[in-house]
């Protein structure tokens, strides 16, 4: 885009004026008062006009319209022909004072184009770069004091790039945002810490604490609950129990009225009956009546008839009289003398036995001169057969094996006859039944006969053996049967085994003999001493009881001890009967004073009976005998009960009557009961007849003092509690207030981390963004600064880098020495800074038209150096856009004339405006 | 007969959207409510005054609220009271109900069966209540009166419309359908639970008769019953309400400033009284520091509070234009508007959040 004409129809000092622009670069020069800043600002003002917005201007903009509005009159108007990269030739006009004027109207066509442009209610020229009236203002607009700022401040270029990199210049940085964000953060939200005094960590409290609060007023709404239900139950408790004590009342009193109603009934009946005088008494017969009574009480308390059947005290003396004396000397035979007898009855028994066993005569033995031994050797050679009755075959010496053969053989002849049978049997069944079976039991049949026939066979075999053997020991045997016979011959004896065998017998039984014969005598010998040491002991002992025996034999120690016994057993049944004199001497005694008493008794009844006879006379009665006397007093006894039984009624019922009335008249009594009656009626319909029916009448009266302290007790706890319930209830709180804390409690808590959140996101993008965008810009800006160093140093710097972090700007020469752009000498750090102005310009308008640069006294702090330098830089840079140069310095003036002869450039000299 | 009607009063309730001072003087106005709906009946002259449930809340009552009801309730004897009670006043061992000590003027209805209270020879007043806060049967299921006359139902449940609609956020207690109550032998029921009045064939709910909170629509208050000896009703609505409450939108679109927005509102509320909540909405220019609290403060004297909110307001950036710049400004905003992972809530925040701290605005970083 080039700006071709401005006009300014109105605007600060300027009225009706054009300024006629190059397409290269334009010099406006001008002495000071010549309005060159008013063009300055009139150029931007044509092209992208004014907000239009309601409300309040903006700080720059009440500025900006305090500078520039008319000196007089009302209006404020430019208008400018700019010329698109497209061709197009549009006209700006903006009434800057009402903002209605305004339009962008295409020149060839003749149509308003304002809508390509329109901006905060205006057309604003710089939107065909891509930027705003703000943007453009940061962007193609330099000032001197903006060159000034990069000059004078370490990083001012630095910041001023990260300006243009975040908002075209218009505002902050990126980095300052971000801070801004931070502190923000800071004061505003604060850390998660307990000690924090920011709003995050107040609000977590405040959350804290409306959350306990609530708690607390629901736990205590809860107890308040939990109370009053307690103090309704205490109260239906003391009701319960004053109800119960009602009950009570209205059954005793419904007894008072019931015993006063039957008092007063009976008082009626009594009072009928009697009236007010008392009746008679009936006492004059008591003496009398006393008489009666003692003789019948003798009567019946009269002693009883006794009548014994023992022996009598005489009876008893007689027999006491013929008692024995009691008996000296032994009344039991004593141990000594019944040993001595039993010893020697013992001895004599011992030696009567020892005679029956005296040994017999004497045995005979023969003579023979030969051992035992050979005597029996002899014996049984000869019980071996004589030879010459040797016919005998040694089978037939054999009967026991003879028979075993034969049976042998028998069973051989069995097993024989048995396999032809079964052989038969085969024989048999071919003609009634299978071939098969009767072939099988045809061969079982003749194997048995086969078997049969060899067994038989085997044992003719084993008896011819034998037979041999025995034939053999029987021709020894005779041999020695022989010689047995020569000798017994020899020693004069028969040649008979059993003669042989006796004689060794018969001496065995001769050696015993003997010995036997010789024991028995030793035995009797002892036995006789003892029999006499027994009779000398037996005899002492005797002696010693005071009997002598007739002689010294055993019969005769027998006889006297036999007669001692017998004294012994007649002195104890002498001493038997002596000894129930005792007994008898006690019953005597009791006897004598039964009789006694007897006696007294007997007396005692005449007595009673002359008591009952004289009853009897005093009643003025009749009886036969004393028992009818009795039986008729006891009739006139009876009669006087039932006489004083009536009286005693009567005087009952009267006292009754005196008690009931208790001082009161008749009538007092029934007007009382009448009143109990309604008092008990009244109680009884106060009360619950349920509870009325449950009570127990009886009772009633007794258990009221206790059911009243119960009443009273439960009355008091009901208020206690209905009290402290009452100061309780002032203490609860609202929940509903608790509820309504908590709620806001939580929405300045969700308000807070909404913030944090809403904090965190945006610098979290902002964050992105900047480092996105300085990485996209720092190779433009390192390019655009690299290809005109060399230029503008002179070689002395070549090279040039941009810190995409922080899009600071380092430069170095052949030495590849790198520093700071800001800490060059300010001629070089001016060029280096337009070079970046141009380059940003190119970046933030990218795609769009070529942005214009319109600069103001952009040099007039530079010396004629560093002015050049600038100058020939501008009309590089002129050669690609339109620059605009406002300038009071004559040497950039000379500069331009003697520079730009290019139909491209133009030098524009402003003539000092007249004074006002 | 003529009966007067209300339910759902909600004393205790909490409002969760006021201040401390503001809360507590709604509170105040349910009760002075009650009072209105009771000196109404007086005026009327009605045979009774039936309240349908949810008089109170059990959770949050207050002991001064036990002892206002008696009070207020006995102030009307010998006019005959007729509580049912609802599922949040129902009729439980810790009840309110049960702590007071009523007037005889007045009945609760304590059981789950609808018992009978004849009112005028002929004529049948059948009430029942909860005892629970849920799960309580409808209580028409399998009900029948037992008598002739005229006969009139009243419990808090919900109505099961033919068509499955049913008020928004209420939980169906004690669920009946209209047919059920001429199937029952009523001639009509007075109900409660619902909030959003009706006045059906076969019942009447007479809504909350004191606003609870904004945007609640229909007349709403006390309903007077006229029940002739036919058993047909003629109904007539009382507006009862001690407070105000309105629900008003203020457009900001082409604000440039703050003050703009205060005269915007005030414009929009000065002929209004009670309570009003101001919805912002519309387009307003980024330099406008938009700050509910400051809106709030500009409550005039004529209003018992103002409480505003930000409705679909949107900040008048050209982010469509911002996006194409060649800046970290453009980036942020083309990340921002891209971004997937926001809502648009959330988008709206950040965007005008990084706007302003590149525009430098660093007090005005928290945006509504």
């Not at chain 1, 008749?666 to 009961?673: H, K, S, T, V």
């Not at chain 2, 029948?144 to 109505?159: C, I, N, Q, T």
């Given at each position: 885009m080039q700006i071709r004409s401005v006009t300014a129809h109105a605007f600060g000092p300027l009225r009706g004026e054009t300024l006629e622009l190059a397409e290269g670069l334009t010099v406006v020069v001008g002495e000071n008062e010549s309005a060159k800043s008013s063009w300055h600002a009139a150029i931007y003002a044509a092209v992208c006009g004014r907000r239009r917005g309601k409300g309040r201007s903006r700080l720059d903009e009440q500025r900006f319209a305090d500078l520039h509005r008319p000196w007089e009159g009302s209006d404020w108007l430019v208008s400018a022909v700019l010329e698109l990269d497209d061709g197009r030739r549009v006209e700006m006009r903006h009434d800057l004072a009402g903002k209605v004027d305004c339009h962008a109207k295409d020149l060839d066509l003749g149509r308003d184009i304002s809508s390509e442009v329109m901006h905060d209610g205006t057309p604003d020229g710089a939107r065909w770069l891509g930027l705003d009236r703000d943007s453009f203002v940061a962007s193609a607009c330099v000032v001197q004091t903006q060159l000034l700022q990069v000059l004078d401040e370490a990083d001012g270029l630095q910041e001023h790039l990260q300006r243009a990199a975040a908002t075209a210049g218009t505002d902050a940085t990126a980095a300052t945002a971000l801070d801004c964000i931070d502190e923000f953060a800071r004061e505003r939200i604060g850390l998660e810490r307990a000690n924090s005094t920011r709003p995050l960590q107040r609000a977590i409290v405040g959350r804290q604490r409306a959350d306990e609060e609530l708690s607390r007023c629901r736990r205590a709404h809860e107890e308040y609950l939990t109370r009053v239900e307690t103090v309704d139950e205490l109260h239906e408790l003391g009701t319960a129990k004053v109800a119960t004590v009602r009950a009570h009342e209205a059954s005793a009193a419904a007894a008072v009225a019931e015993q006063l109603s039957t008092g007063a009934r009976r008082?009626?009946?009594?009072?009928?009956?009697?009236?007010?005088?008392?009746?008679?008494?009936?006492?004059?017969?008591?003496?009398?009546?006393?008489?009666?009574?003692?003789?019948?009480?003798?009567?019946?308390?009269r002693p009883e008839q006794t009548t014994t059947t023992q022996r009598s005290s005489s009876q008893l003396q007689e027999e006491l009289a013929a008692l024995p004396q009691v008996p000296d000397g032994d009344t039991e035979p004593h141990a000594s003398v019944q040993k001595g007898v039993n010893e020697v009855t013992r001895v004599n028994t011992q030696l009567e036995q020892h005679s029956r066993s005296r040994p017999s005569a004497e045995i005979e033995v023969p003579q023979v001169a030969a051992g035992d031994d050979e005597l029996l050797d002899l014996a049984r050679a000869l019980d071996v057969p004589s030879p010459d009755r040797g016919s005998v075959t040694p089978l037939q010496g054999m009967p026991g094996r003879h028979t075993a053969r034969h049976a042998t053989t028998r069973s051989n002849a069995v097993i024989i006859a048995a396999g032809a049978a079964l052989a038969a049997l085969g024989g048999a069944l071919v003609a009634v039944t299978s071939p098969v079976v009767s072939v099988v039991v045809l061969v079982a049949g003749l194997a048995v006969v086969v078997t049969g026939v060899i067994r038989r066979r085997a044992v003719r075999g084993q008896s011819v053996a034998r037979d041999n053997a025995v034939g053999q020991a029987h021709a020894q045997a005779a041999w020695r049967r022989d010689q047995a016979v020569a000798r017994c011959a020899h020693l004069g004896i028969a040649a008979d085994p059993t003669t042989l065998r006796a004689i060794p017998v018969a001496r065995a039984h001769a050696v015993g003999l003997a010995s036997h014969v010789a024991q028995w005598t030793q035995q009797d010998g002892e036995l006789r001493a003892r029999m006499v040491a027994a009779c000398g002991e037996l005899a002492g002992t005797l002696a010693a009881r005071g009997y002598t025996p007739t002689g010294a034999d055993r019969d005769a120690l027998l006889a006297a001890a036999d007669w001692y016994q017998q004294e012994c057993r007649h002195r104890a049944e002498q001493a038997s009967a002596a000894a129930r004199r005792g007994d008898l001497e006690a019953r005597l005694s009791v006897t004598r004073a039964a009789e006694q008493r007897a006696e007294q008794d007997e007396q005692e009844r005449l007595r009673v009976a002359a008591a009952v006879r004289a009853a009897v006379g005093a009643c003025s009665l009749d009886a036969a005998?004393?028992?009818?006397?009795?039986?008729?007093?006891?009739?006139?006894?009876?009669?006087?009960?039932?006489?004083?039984?009536e009286v005693s009624q009567v005087e009952r019922e009267w006292a009754e009557l005196r008690a009931l009335l208790a001082g009161r008249s008749?009538?007092?009594?029934?007007?009382?009961?009448s009143s109990a009656r309604d008092k008990a009626s009244q109680l009884a319909a106060a009360v619950d007849q349920t509870t009325l029916a449950s009570v127990d009448p009886s009772s009633a009266v007794d258990l009221l003092p206790v059911l009243r302290q119960e009443a009273s007790l439960a009355e008091t706890q009901a208020a206690a509690a209905r009290g402290e319930l009452k100061l309780f209830a002032g203490s609860i709180g609202s929940v509903a207030e608790a509820e309504e804390a908590v709620e806001r409690a939580a929405a300045e808590l969700a308000r807070v981390r909404e913030l944090a959140n809403t904090l965190t996101l945006t610098r979290s993008f902002l964050s992105e963004a900047q480092t996105r965008v300085h990485r996209s810009i720092a190779p433009i800006l390192a390019a655009t600064v690299k290809r005109n160093l060399p230029i503008l140093t002179g070689d002395r710097y070549t090279d040039a880098i941009v810190d995409p972090t922080t899009l600071e700007v380092q430069v170095c020469g052949s030495s590849r020495s790198w520093r700071n752009a800001s800490r060059l000498s300010y001629g070089t750090a001016e060029q280096v800074y337009l070079l970046l102005r141009v380059a940003l310009a190119d970046h933030l308008t990218h795609g769009y038209d070529t942005c214009p640069l319109l600069l103001d006294d952009v040099t007039v702090h530079a010396d004629a150096t560093r002015t050049r330098k600038i100058l020939d830089l501008l009309l590089e840079v002129a050669a690609s856009r339109q620059v605009v140069l406002f300038t009071q310095e004559e040497q950039v003036a000379t500069w331009a004339r003697e520079t730009l002869h290019s139909p491209r450039h133009a030098i524009r000299e402003l003539e000092a405006l007249p004074n006002a | 007969m003529k009966l007067l009607h209300f339910a759902d009063l909600h004393l205790d309730t909490p409002f969760a959207w006021a201040t401390p001072d503001l809360a507590r003087n709604r509170r105040r106005a349910l009760r002075q409510t009650l009072q209105r709906i009771c000196a109404l009946a007086s005026e009327q002259r009605v045979d009774a005054l039936t309240c349908g449930g949810d008089l109170y809340e059990n959770e949050r009552f207050t002991p001064d609220t036990a002892a206002f009801l008696r009070t207020t309730f006995a102030g009307l004897d010998p006019l005959p009271v007729f509580l049912a009670p609802g599922n949040h006043d129902w009729f439980g061992p810790k009840s309110l109900y049960r702590q007071v000590e009523w007037s005889s003027n007045v009945h609760v209805f304590g059981d789950t069966q609808l018992t009978p209270v004849p009112l005028t020879d002929g004529f049948t007043l059948w009430g029942a209540g909860h005892r629970a806060p849920a799960n309580t049967r409808g209580f028409l299921d399998n009900?029948?009166?037992?008598?002739?006359?005229?006969?009139?139902?009243?419990?808090?449940?919900?109505?099961?419309?033919?068509?499955?609609?049913?008020?928004?956020?209420?939980?169906?207690?004690a669920p009946f359908r209209a047919e059920q109550v001429a199937q029952a032998g009523l001639h009509h029921a007075l109900v409660g639970h619902f909030h959003t009045p009706a006045e059906a064939p076969t019942h009447t709910y007479p809504g909350n008769p004191d606003p609870l909170t904004f945007g609640e629509t229909g007349l709403r208050g006390a309903v007077l019953l006229t029940v002739a000896d036919d058993g047909g009703v003629i109904r007539q609505r009382f507006h009862v309400a001690k407070s105000e409450v309105h629900d008003v939108s203020v457009d900001l679109t082409g604000v440039t400033h703050s003050g703009e927005v205060g005269q915007r509102v005030i414009s929009a509320i000065n002929q209004l009284t009670g309570v009003v909540r101001v919805t912002l909405e519309g387009e307003v220019h980024p330099d406008v520091d938009l700050r509910l609290a400051d809106i709030a403060s500009l409550s005039p004297a004529n209003l018992d509070a103002l409480l505003p909110r930000l409705g679909a307001v949107t900040v008048a950036y050209e982010f469509d234009r911002l996006k194409d710049e060649p800046t970290v400004r453009g980036r942020f905003v083309d990340d921002v508007m891209a971004a997937d992972s926001l809502t648009d809530e959330q988008r709206r925040k950040v965007l005008v959040t990084g706007l302003r701290a590149l525009d430098g605005r660093s007090n005005e970083l928290e945006v509504q």
């Open positions: 008082a009626t009946e009594l009072h009928g009956m009697y009236g007010d005088m008392p009746p008679a008494s009936v006492a004059d017969d008591d003496a009398l009546a006393r008489q009666v009574a003692a003789a019948l009480d003798g009567w019946f308390s005998t004393d028992d009818q006397a009795a039986a008729v007093l006891q009739e006139w006894v009876s009669e006087r009960e039932t006489q004083l039984e008749l009538r007092n009594l029934q007007q009382e009961a | 009900f029948h009166v037992d008598r002739g006359g005229v006969h009139v139902g009243l419990f808090h449940g919900s109505e099961q419309p033919a068509l499955g609609l049913q008020e928004e956020g209420k939980i169906p207690h």
